[in-house]
């Protein structure tokens, strides 16, 4: 990871809404179609993934791509 793990873990809230916005907008995608889609560093994206899904913001899908990468897709919260 080029930056250190607690900065990329404090930008989750500024980067949440922009990741759960593009896996609503293109439905499921793994987390290297999200970081090519977002423009944001794919290490990073997998640390802010985890907490997205750890939280109930995404879900992920069951089985693996052709790539062997899981599909998250954003979940409705009230």
């Known amino acids: ?3 250190d793990l607690r900065e990329v873990i404090r930008e989750e809230p500024l980067v949440r809404g922009r990741l759960v916005e593009l896996l609503f907008d293109a439905g499921p995608l793994t987390v290297p179609e999200l ?3 977002s423009g944001f560093p794919e290490d990073e994206v997998m640390v802010w993934t985890m907490g ?10 069951k089985g693996v791509s052709g790539d062997g990468h899981y599909r998250y897709a954003a979940v409705k919260r009230p």
């Not at 997205?52 to 899908?61: F, N, S």
């Open 1 to 3: 990871m080029s930056r």
């Open 52 to 61: 997205l899904r750890k939280y109930g913001y995404v879900a992920e899908e």
């Open 35 to 37: 970081a090519e889609r």
